[in-house]
């Protein structure tokens, strides 16, 4: 017997539906709350690869080049990324570093990192990896806490404060950031949770 | 086509079904762990309001000396001023920086303001039946989780100044105490909308929908 249809669950309001499978390119949304249950976009997978590889890659050149130059008179200072999350790093405040450096570095790559680690099998037409599911549902979960944008919003907003005291000039690192933040929001626009669950799965 | 729109609606519960939280797969009530993706299913989460009340308190406890304490030190020649987070957004404003002014002020003072009362506001309306219309609640909701980890630019900010400002004596910025404790209440307070089970706020609105 050939299933015709699947269950899907909504995890905001608990309502159940059965969609039928052949609805390639529908998406559906909760009847009671609006919630986009799928996008049902398969194609979509290398596209979510292919961009998380692209931005590990520019975050490699975040980590490694200079990030921001401050120049007033003969004073010039520099500033990685690093020295960002450094600033904190004295007493009491080094939780406070710790969670930074989580934020804006570690678990932006890690995002990335699990989501090829997940998805690519796929697009090679291998059987998933080991522990695929988890590494997708930890992809996931970290999603508000990987806080890449809000930096570069912090970035701005410090430049403006700096504005008028010293000329300041951007590094490599700090355009790659920007793509970062960029592609990070133009990947979340065709994430579609259920055809990345579904597709997971039949891949077993 | 919409095919969701087209059901009836039947709540999981109803059904002796559990909806797993990460993926949507459905599972029978009182499994422990969902088959896909193996996260902790849970029909309704009992203690979530439980939770949502001490994220929120201690949200609070962090906020009031974030606001209270300098959350930069700036030294200019051996002379040093504070500023509080208020503070900041007085001078930015001095400065004619109007718009980035606007912004930090919404970051750091009416989403963190308006966050606490939104989530304790929902956390009230879902503890007993009401009459709201769940759609507003459930936007409420939403727009408090999506909007509540900006409040974060602050910390951001304070850090990259506290880098690229180190002229010994001339010019040092420094973090002041506020921007950990500022911090702290934006993390729990994100904590605070992630233990609240949206769930609820159906389960109140409709009481007979068991049947």
């Not at chain 1, 931005?55 to 990685?80: C, D, H, N, W, Y």
């Not at chain 1, 090679?124 to 944008?149: D, K, S, V």
């Not at chain 2, 902790?40 to 989460?45: A, G, I, P, T």
Request: glycine share 6%; net charge positive.
């Amino acid at each position: 017997m050939t299933q015709t249809s699947t269950t899907v669950g909504c995890p905001v309001c608990d309502a159940v539906y059965a969609l039928p499978l052949d609805m390639e390119g529908q998406s559906a949304q909760c009847g009671r709350c609006g919630f986009q249950l799928t996008a049902r976009r398969p194609a979509a997978i290398g596209q979510v690869v292919g961009l998380s590889i692209t931005m590990a890659a520019l975050m490699v050149i975040v980590i490694f080049t200079p990030f921001l130059t401050l120049r007033s008179g003969q004073f010039e200072a520099k500033a990685s990324v690093y020295d960002t999350i450094l600033g904190f790093s004295t007493g009491i405040m080094v939780p406070l570093a710790v969670a930074v450096f989580l934020f804006i570095l570690v678990l932006p790559i890690m995002r990335m990192v699990l989501l090829v680690y997940a998805l690519t099998p796929m697009l090679i037409g291998r059987r998933n990896f080991p522990q695929a599911a988890r590494a997708l549902r930890y992809a996931f979960t970290m999603r508000p806490w990987a806080m890449a944008e809000i930096f570069m919003v912090g970035v701005a907003v410090a430049l403006v404060k700096l504005a008028g005291l010293a000329t300041i000039s951007m590094g490599m690192a700090f355009w790659a950031f920007g793509a970062v933040v960029l592609i990070s929001a133009y990947q979340d626009t065709f994430m579609c949770r259920n055809t990345l669950w579904t597709m997971l799965d039949a891949n077993g | 086509m919409d095919h969701a729109r087209r059901q009836r609606i039947t709540t999981a519960y109803a059904r002796g079904q559990v909806v797993c939280r990460s993926c949507g797969q459905v599972a029978e009530l009182g499994q422990d762990r969902c088959n896909r993706c193996f996260a902790k299913l849970v029909s309704r989460d009992p203690q979530s309001l439980q939770k949502v009340w001490a994220w929120w308190i201690a949200g609070i406890i962090a906020y009031i000396p974030a606001n209270l304490y300098p959350m930069l030190l700036t030294t200019t020649f051996f002379h040093t001023s504070e500023s509080t987070i208020v503070g900041g957004v007085v001078e930015l404003l001095d400065h004619g920086a109007y718009g980035v002014g606007a912004i930090v002020f919404f970051a750091s003072v009416v989403i963190p303001v308006g966050k606490f009362i939104v989530i304790a506001w929902l956390a009230f309306m879902v503890s007993r039946p009401h009459k709201h219309d769940p759609h507003r609640l459930l936007l409420f909701y939403e727009v408090v989780e999506f909007i509540g980890r900006w409040s974060m630019i602050d910390v951001f900010v304070v850090a990259i100044l506290t880098a690229l400002v180190q002229f010994n004596v001339i010019a040092t910025i420094n973090p002041g105490i506020a921007a950990v404790c500022f911090a702290l209440s934006v993390i729990f307070t994100m904590l605070a909308a992630q233990s609240f089970d949206s769930r609820l706020i159906w389960d109140q609105t409709q009481p007979d929908a068991h049947d």
